[in-house]
């Protein structure tokens, strides 16, 4: 409250008094009135946080706010402009994918010929160029379709096909405390960047060693390793145990052993995939329990409350893959050939001979070794870490995985055609078709028929190979055998008595499907020696844009107007894929500038509320400095009037 003028009865007041009451009058409104003059020539209400600790605190509270949704502004202003420039990207691509399907219509069309069709794959090459341009669009330094890999260009015109090197994570960025969105397109969706992928079908299965990391654990439970505590009980002696602060395995041995008697030990198990406690104690029983409602001992696979004897062996904890795995950890400690090598082939590449994995210590050597061999393809971990997957990344090319004499490519899981791949998985997915009832393919030697089979119940290329043999047997012909191929891939025919000088396989003239068996195996083949390999019919390639528009260019180079009607009906598909692509950027687009109006009014409440904190209310702050002058003007006549005072006026 300001200071007023207060009256002073100093008929019984001392001089001294007098002048004291006058002087902290005066002070207290001099105070007052500079405090509101500081506020009239700021504006605020606070000079400094000691003249109202409340108040200052929510002030900091709400700058600290506004600074972190003024950056969350700047974020959605920026994913508006990526956004912007991929829905322009687009919707170029969109216009020149509908030029190639008119291109291909016209090519099959009434009065087309060679010339005409020469001429519109040159335009179509054109096309792929301008594609290839756009889809390398950049949007302040970082290109819209490479992923987080936004400073590399992720399209790549490379030996006659369309490399991709982005990433396939997308962009995010945060627009509140706790919530990020995507703000970038996957380039494989967009332009079929990637191959499906050659999964690998082995489980790895790596041993477990001292320096295994807990988190790189899936745990007995399959639900990681969850930090806790854990009580070992030999029967006679319990210690209980805090392994929390545990890094690795190695980190729980040495704990359990340094708390518990020296009769105790903690150590991996036999089987190299979990742990093992044993007591020397005469007549021990151990035991394993958790720490109140913990689960560490469940995860580590030792948890028994009950005991069988001196020894507890532990269950599987499950180690995944990782870049750091030993090669000598994989299939349980049994390791893989690492010393053939493995042949990957990649058709517009080439052969590029042998990938020699001989040196590679880690899994991380082996994925290295491949990525870097320039074939256009990725080796990746995956997702659940039991082994890997190859990725073609060279639309219009076809990739293969294959052995170099020995079991490198089985024994990583990524032969591409293996033992157990499905027939309808042949032929991107055609399958093999057959005749029932029927023989599907019969196998000449020396220009004489020598047997035939019926491949009614196959379902595998293991059955298919089963049913050869079985059919070879049959015929008196046990010396003809098929297996796999011990180099490259496909299936192997041979006649082990080398006599031969030539093997045929044709489609049964009893399979009326229409369809040429042999030629869908692979088989369809002839060679003057005792032995056919056939071809590899499972390769995997992209399936998008890039590969659709190579696909239709050759087809218009060799005039084949089937292929030309096929590809054309792909690439439309692609064209209307392309187009809800960008309807989808465009919902983004409208997300994004809700979100931005959200967060724009979010601001104005919080500056709102900042200004009754902080601003003063100038009408109301002049009015007490009108007050307080007044005041210390009264004070300043009373002390005149005071100070007047002589000792007339106390005789009186």
Not at 54 to 81: C, K, P, V
């Amino acid at each position: 409250m300001p200071s007023a003028v207060r009256p002073t009865n100093v008929a019984r007041v001392s001089m001294l008094m007098q002048t004291d009451l006058l002087m902290n009058s005066i002070r207290t409104n001099s105070v007052d009135l500079l405090k509101v003059q500081n506020q009239l020539a700021t504006g605020l209400k606070l000079a400094r946080p000691s003249d109202s600790p409340g108040e200052a605190t929510t002030i900091m509270h709400l700058d600290s706010s506004l600074e972190r949704h003024e950056q969350y502004l700047r974020n959605t202003e920026f994913a508006d402009g990526f956004l912007a420039a991929t829905d322009s990207a687009l919707g170029q691509a969109v216009a020149l994918v509908q030029e190639a399907y008119s291109l291909a219509l016209e090519s099959i069309g009434m009065g087309a010929d060679d010339a005409g069709r020469a001429s519109n794959a040159q335009m179509v090459d054109q096309i792929i160029k301008q594609l290839v341009t756009i889809s390398n669009t950049e949007y302040r330094g970082s290109y819209i379709f490479a992923g987080h890999n936004g400073t590399e260009m992720p399209f790549t015109l490379s030996d006659g096909g369309v490399l991709f090197s982005g990433s396939l994570t997308e962009m995010q960025t945060r627009v509140a405390d706790d919530s990020q969105v995507d703000f970038s397109v996957d380039a494989d969706e967009t332009f079929g960047a990637l191959s499906q992928r050659i999964v690998g079908i082995e489980d790895l299965n790596p041993d477990v060693t001292a320096d295994t990391l807990l988190s790189d654990l899936n745990g007995y439970l399959d639900q990681g390793i969850r930090r806790g505590g854990i009580t070992i009980s030999d029967g006679i002696n319990s210690d209980t145990i805090d392994l929390s602060d545990c890094v690795t395995l190695g980190d729980v041995i040495n704990k359990i052993n340094n708390v518990t008697p020296a009769t105790t030990t903690a150590a991996l198990n036999a089987a190299a995939d979990g742990l093992q406690i044993t007591s020397t104690l005469g007549g021990a029983n151990v035991t394993v329990v958790e720490v109140g409602s913990g689960t560490m001992a469940r995860d580590l696979g030792i948890f028994d409350n009950t005991g069988s004897g001196a020894t507890l062996t532990g269950q599987d904890v499950d180690a995944r893959l990782t870049p750091a795995t030993p090669v000598t950890a994989l299939a349980g400690g049994a390791g893989i050939d690492n010393i053939s090598g493995l042949r990957i082939t990649n058709s517009l590449v080439g052969d590029v001979g042998v990938i020699n994995i001989a040196a590679a210590r880690t899994m991380e050597d082996i994925l290295n070794a491949v990525n870097n061999a320039g074939i256009g393809v990725r080796a990746v971990i995956n997702a659940g870490g039991t082994g890997i997957n190859v990725y073609n990344l060279l639309s219009g090319s076809e990739m293969r995985i294959g052995e170099n004499g020995g079991t490198t490519a089985t024994d990583l899981g990524i032969r591409s055609l293996h033992d157990a791949t499905p027939l309808s998985q042949l032929n991107y997915g055609r399958g093999v078709h057959t005749e029932p009832g029927q023989n599907d393919i019969e196998v000449y030697v020396d220009g004489a028929s020598a047997f035939s089979v019926n491949l009614d119940s196959a379902t595998t290329i293991q059955d298919v190979i089963n049913l050869i043999n079985a059919a070879a047997v049959a015929a008196g012909v046990p010396n003809i055998q098929a297996d796999l191929a011990s180099v490259g891939n496909g299936i192997e025919i041979t006649d082990s008595l080398s006599a031969a000088t030539g093997l045929q396989i044709i489609t049964h003239p009893d399979n009326q499907s229409g369809y040429f068996t042999a030629r869908e195996l692979g088989l369809d083949k002839s060679v003057g020696g005792p032995t056919l390999t056939g071809d590899d019919v499972n390769a995997v390639k992209p399936q998008g844009l890039f590969t659709n528009l190579l696909t239709l260019r050759d087809a218009m180079l060799s005039n084949d107007n089937s292929a030309i009607s096929n590809a054309a009906g792909v690439v439309e598909q692609d064209r209307q894929e392309l187009s809800n692509m960008r309807g989808r950027v465009g919902s983004q687009m409208r997300a994004l500038q809700d979100r931005r109006n959200q967060i724009e009014d979010h601001m104005i409440a919080m500056r709102t509320l900042r200004s009754d904190i902080q601003d003063i209310d100038f009408t109301e702050a002049i009015t007490r400095y009108q007050n307080l002058y007044t005041a210390l003007q009264g004070n300043l006549i009373t002390g005149s009037q005071l100070t007047n005072v002589s000792l007339l006026d106390f005789l009186s």
